[in-house]
């Protein structure tokens, strides 16, 4: 097959002809149609996440079609189309019993702790938990971006938020994250604040129904906060960090009304990795802190579902689609990128 693999961190990836992966006796091969080129990719090839070693195949955002099937899988066939969480719970453990396969003890994660969709083939563990049906109304692209993005969104303001109509919901950081963020708040019929310092990302928040955008470019701390209070009468209900920085995570939390919401959603790596938390806000005013990580793949049908009627739109958030030669150069240049929509390898 090929693929795009590096051998060590932070170096310049190539585009390899490599062996075909056999599926686990538990899982399948997908053949990949799409695959989205995310942040967490780029984070992974830096060294920042400690289950990767390389060498290695990034990707984590795909769509495909089943090519090979393990011994014991039951519920799927040849020629199925599918997605798949970025997180594989494994489906024996306790917090897969209680239908918590995101934070499965025992996962296993495409592009992470193995190698992952930026190459024509990828195998995927415990594919009767985590394998989703995609309906015929959902194309590859779209289905594409939903695995990491997007499904970690529509449980961090569904399940985890659990965001309510006439709410105020602040979302900080306006990339593939936040947007989706966007889109999922005001399908649930909350007032959205955006904050970003991109103006094309705020324009873009703006047309999914932000109801007041900030840019916080050359802007402190204070006059960011007060501006998002100001939005919101008086501060978000819900205020969700979809980038992972250490200052949006604490602008966030201080954005809160009395007994308020933070979501984390973006990681915290690097220098930002133990960033401080204003606890004597947090105790004084009852906030909650809240961490999403992904979505299980029990939860897809009810997301699946309202995009096929149209009350959520993900394929407003594609902006590029390029080839897997392509995503070498997009992968190396994620921090300088400058536009808002996701980028999808079709190409193979």
Same mark, same amino acid.
């Given at each position: 097959?090929?693929?795009?693999?590096?051998?060590?961190?932070g170096?310049?990836?190539t585009?390899?002809?490599?062996?075909?992966?056999?599926?686990?006796?538990?899982?399948?091969?997908?053949?990949?149609?799409?695959?989205g080129?995310?942040?967490?990719d780029w984070?992974?090839?830096?060294?920042?996440?400690a289950?990767?070693?390389?060498?290695?195949?990034?990707?984590?955002?795909?769509?495909?079609?089943?090519?090979?099937?393990?011994?014991?899988?039951?519920?799927?066939r040849?020629?199925d189309?599918?997605?798949?969480?970025?997180?594989?719970?494994?489906?024996?453990?306790?917090e897969?019993?209680?239908g918590?396969?995101?934070?499965?003890?025992?996962?296993?994660?495409?592009?992470?702790?193995?190698?992952?969709?930026?190459?024509?083939?990828?195998s995927?563990r415990y594919?009767?938990t985590?394998?989703?049906?995609?309906?015929?109304?959902?194309?590859?692209?779209?289905?594409a971006?939903l695995?990491?993005?997007?499904?970690?969104?529509?449980r961090?303001?569904?399940?985890q938020?659990?965001?309510?109509?006439?709410q105020w919901?602040?979302?900080?950081?306006?990339?593939?994250?936040?947007?989706?963020?966007v889109?999922?708040?005001?399908?649930r019929?909350?007032?959205?604040?955006?904050i970003?310092?991109n103006? =094309? *990302?705020l324009?873009?928040?703006?047309?999914? +129904? !932000?109801?007041?955008?900030?840019? @916080?470019? %050359?802007? &402190? $701390?204070?006059?960011?906060? =007060? *501006?998002?209070?100001?939005?919101s009468?008086g +501060? !978000?209900?819900v205020?969700?960090? @979809?980038? %992972?920085h &250490? $200052?949006?995570?604490?602008n966030?939390?201080?954005?809160?009304?009395?007994r308020g919401?933070?979501?984390?959603?973006?990681?915290?790596? %690097?220098?930002?990795l133990?960033?401080?938390i204003?606890?004597?806000?947090?105790?004084a005013?009852?906030?909650?802190?809240i961490?999403?990580?992904g979505?299980?793949?029990?939860?897809?049908?009810?997301?699946?579902?309202?995009?096929?009627?149209?009350k959520?739109?993900?394929?407003?958030?594609?902006?590029k689609?390029?080839?897997?030669?392509?995503?070498?150069?997009?992968?190396?240049?994620?921090?300088?990128?400058?536009?808002?929509?996701?980028?999808?390898?079709?190409?193979?």
């Amino acid at each position: 097959m090929k693929a795009v693999y590096y051998t060590n961190f932070g170096e310049r990836p190539t585009l390899e002809s490599l062996p075909d992966p056999a599926p686990e006796i538990d899982g399948v091969v997908v053949e990949v149609k799409a695959s989205g080129v995310c942040r967490s990719d780029w984070h992974g090839w830096m060294g920042h996440d400690a289950d990767i070693s390389p060498p290695h195949v990034p990707g984590h955002e795909f769509s495909g079609v089943v090519a090979a099937i393990g011994r014991d899988v039951g519920r799927w066939r040849k020629g199925d189309r599918v997605t798949v969480p970025f997180v594989c719970g494994c489906g024996a453990c306790f917090e897969c019993a209680s239908g918590n396969q995101q934070v499965c003890r025992n996962q296993f994660q495409p592009g992470f702790t193995g190698w992952g969709s930026f190459a024509e083939l990828v195998s995927v563990r415990y594919a009767d938990t985590n394998l989703v049906r995609l309906p015929d109304e959902v194309d590859f692209i779209t289905a594409a971006s939903l695995g990491c993005r997007f499904a970690t969104s529509f449980r961090a303001i569904v399940d985890q938020a659990k965001v309510s109509a006439g709410q105020w919901v602040a979302i900080y950081g306006c990339g593939g994250v936040g947007l989706s963020a966007v889109m999922i708040a005001r399908a649930r019929g909350a007032r959205v604040v955006a904050i970003d310092i991109n103006d =094309e *990302a705020l324009d873009l928040a703006d047309s999914m +129904g !932000a109801e007041a955008t900030i840019n @916080a470019q %050359g802007k &402190s $701390a204070g006059e960011v906060v =007060e *501006a998002v209070c100001d939005s919101s009468d008086g +501060g !978000a209900h819900v205020a969700v960090d @979809a980038l %992972g920085h &250490s $200052a949006t995570s604490r602008n966030s939390i201080a954005s809160l009304r009395r007994r308020g919401k933070h979501v984390q959603i973006g990681l915290m790596a %690097g220098e930002h990795l133990d960033a401080t938390i204003p606890w004597d806000r947090v105790v004084a005013w009852e906030l909650e802190i809240i961490g999403s990580h992904g979505m299980q793949a029990h939860r897809y049908p009810e997301m699946l579902a309202m995009i096929e009627s149209g009350k959520l739109r993900p394929e407003r958030l594609i902006g590029k689609r390029i080839s897997l030669a392509d995503a070498i150069g997009e992968l190396i240049d994620l921090p300088n990128k400058k536009d808002p929509g996701m980028s999808v390898i079709e190409k193979f």
